[in-house]
């Protein structure tokens, strides 16, 4: 992932969500090492390549004291990905954000810049791959705020309800056509046993 390569970083915020229990991974799956690197190290110098402001989203800040990044904590605990989408929206210095897991050994710098420039006037720009979308790997604009605000108060916590009530561009396989290990950058790891498996994939 290295330096910066010359490129300008982009007038948005990146925000890593890493405040899931990670129950079925056993650890918090942001401190799993993959290449000897924790996968938090991995997404913040990924993001960090892309955007001028990187946060991190979580209740536990004390955790990511030695990563230099501003963390935020939730307004409504305890409520999933929503409640950190939310107050990370809240704080963010920039209109566009780009919304992301901390689970995802593949992420891509350039994939991420590629999804920027296909921003355009809806609310979301997500992928869609493979019949599934990826709420976990999109970028949010803030006029999605009161949207999601109004559904942590009805406690009505999918992120899939947000995309039915917010405007969205949905990505598809073809226009990922330059990036053709798109399906992997997208992999995320919930168990161990998924984490073998990504592993073996890498390997072959």
């Known amino acids: 992932m290295g330096a910066n390569h010359g490129q300008h970083l982009l007038p948005m915020t990146g925000i890593i969500l890493s405040g899931g229990k990670s129950s079925r991974m056993g ?6 090492e993959w290449d000897g690197v924790p996968l938090i190290e991995r997404s913040l110098s990924a993001l960090r390549m892309v955007f001028s402001e990187v946060v991190v989203s979580s209740n536990h800040p004390e955790l990511y004291a030695s990563y230099d990044v501003q963390v935020v904590k939730d307004n409504y605990p305890d409520r999933g990905p929503l409640g950190g989408l939310e107050a990370c929206l809240r704080v963010a210095r920039y209109d566009h954000t780009f919304f992301v897991a901390c689970d995802m050994p593949f992420l891509n710098s350039e994939v991420i810049r590629f999804m ?24 949010y604009h803030k006029s999605c705020l009161p949207v999601i605000e109004k559904q942590l108060m009805a406690n ?11 405007s969205v561009h949905f990505l598809r396989e073809e226009d990922f056509r330059d990036f053709p290990e798109i399906q992997l950058n997208l992999s995320s790891v919930n168990t161990p046993q998924e984490c073998l498996a990504l592993k073996k994939q890498q390997m072959s």
């Open 27 to 32: 650890s918090n799956k942001a401190f799993i």
């Open 116 to 139: 920027a420039r296909e921003i355009d006037e809806k609310d979301i720009l997500a992928p869609e791959i493979g019949g599934g979308f990826y709420p976990l790997h999109a970028f």
């Open 156 to 166: 009505r916590l999918s992120l899939r309800d947000v995309f039915r009530l917010c």
